[in-house]
């Protein structure tokens, strides 16, 4: 029987294609970059879920402690993450943020919404009405209420649930990127985001633009000591191609049941196993 697994891509559509990078210059973040771009308020600092999504663009490098503590929360506290597991890491991230951010003592959340009403006039008052409840009249004013916009009689403008505990989802092909690192590593999550050697990168497999600006050198690379994982040649053994892809696979320690994924290579070897099955009952 003919095995075909792909080489160097990965079995589904486009998927991300996160990466750490440990660069060459080394130490922890003074106090003002501990502070750069975090609003405490109240002694609370605010998340909306918008900020904790990670997908496969747009394609950025995460390298501030600001950024890296919204990552470690959308990858290790997210959708994929038990229930148990996840308030772990959210205790240990809050109380890394608080330790270095002394003026914070929580970190809180909520899920930002959008929703579609019509504003209904009948010249003298008006009121909002869902779209799909009734015919409505164009006009052309703007409402107090919230942060509207739209053409001249569809406004849109966002909600924001206070109470909704939303903390974040990285896509499913780098899910458990982060964790597999600091596993690989023997490195603490407090040290991952105080240094500012390690970074994460943004990207996408349709893209592979840090990749490309790696390669090309328009990044300087005498600077970076380690990408992980590191970049396919296409002259990898099927082991190595395998511990690429679990490197940014989630794994049953942390996450649901129904959430940690097979590499491209036991998908192809399950197709095959099942293809034996269906010709033995044939």
């Not at 095995?3 to 060459?24: A, Y």
């Not at 496969?56 to 950024?67: A, D, K, M, W």
């Not at 893209?207 to 990044?219: D, G, N, S, V």
Request: charged share 35%; proline share 2%.
């Amino acid at each position: 029987m003919k095995r075909q697994i792909r080489m160097g891509c990965f079995e589904s559509n486009s998927s991300s294609m996160h990466s750490v990078v440990t660069s060459k210059t080394t130490g922890i973040y003074t106090p003002e970059e501990f502070h750069d771009r975090i609003w405490v308020h109240n002694d609370k600092w605010h998340l909306y879920s918008s900020e904790l999504e990670f997908g496969r663009s747009p394609y950025t490098i995460l390298c501030t402690f600001e950024e890296k503590v919204k990552y470690a929360i959308a990858s290790l506290c997210g959708v994929y993450t038990k229930d148990e597991v996840r308030e772990k890491y959210l205790t240990e991230i809050e109380n890394i943020v608080c330790k270095y951010i002394p003026d914070c003592k929580e970190i809180t959340f909520s899920r930002e919404y959008e929703e579609r009403f019509i504003r209904e006039t009948d010249g003298e008052s008006f009121r909002w009405i869902e779209e799909d409840e009734g015919e409505y009249e164009p006009h052309g004013e703007y409402d107090y209420r919230g942060r509207v916009y739209g053409d001249d009689n569809t406004y849109y403008f966002k909600c924001m649930e206070y109470e909704y505990d939303d903390t974040g989802n990285v896509d499913h092909q780098s899910a458990g990127l982060l964790h597999n690192f600091l596993e690989s590593h023997n490195l603490s999550l407090e040290e991952f985001l105080t240094h500012r050697e390690y970074w994460v990168v943004i990207d996408g497999d349709e893209y592979c633009e840090f990749e490309k600006q790696y390669k090309h050198q328009i990044i300087n690379v005498n600077n970076i000591a380690e990408v992980y994982p590191k970049f396919l040649t296409g002259n990898e053994s099927e082991q190595e191609l395998i511990e690429c892809y679990k490197a940014r696979e989630t794994v049953p320690e942390i996450a649901e049941e129904d959430s940690y994924f097979r590499t491209p290579f036991e998908i192809g070897i399950e197709d095959i196993e099942d293809e034996e099955v269906n010709k033995d009952e044939e």
